[in-house]
């Protein structure tokens, strides 16, 4: 099992940046976060893997950088140059096993998951 717990969310302007963080109990070989706005369904946003596998959802490309600790237990989501479309909460999820179907993962990829963090784009 793994534990895995979100921060940084909170409410932002457009055009502002936020840093998320996901700290997971152990180590794991894939890492992703996901997000849900309401009324969706909960989609990648982006992943990473053990073979440095990187994957991004067209939407925030150039604008969002995944990574992680020296660790590995530690992702984090650089979110710059938010747009009111990112609102929703951010889920971060990982797996015991690498790879992650293009582009950023989908929910059957991770067996594990975090309870989310809001994030708030207001204009």
């Known amino acids: 099992q793994v534990r895995l717990v979100e921060s940084g969310g909170g409410s932002v302007q457009v055009g502002g940046s936020l840093r998320l963080s996901c700290t997971a109990s152990?180590?794991?070989?894939?890492m992703a976060w996901f997000r849900q706005a309401p009324g969706t369904e909960r989609s990648g946003v982006a992943a990473?893997?053990?073979?440095?596998?990187?994957g991004y959802v067209d939407s925030v490309k150039g604008r969002f950088t995944i990574s992680q600790a020296d660790d590995k237990r530690i992702l984090y989501l650089q979110m710059n140059s938010l747009k009111s479309e990112d609102t929703a909460i951010y889920f971060c999820?990982?797996?015991?096993?690498?790879?992650?179907?293009?582009?950023?993962?989908?929910?059957?990829?991770?067996?594990?998951w975090g309870r989310g963090t809001q994030v708030t784009v207001s204009s």
């Open positions: 999820a990982a797996d015991d096993e690498p790879d992650f179907h293009a582009p950023a993962g989908r929910r059957g990829d991770f067996e594990y």
């Open positions: 152990r180590l794991t070989h894939s």
């Open positions: 990473i893997d053990s073979t440095g596998k990187i």
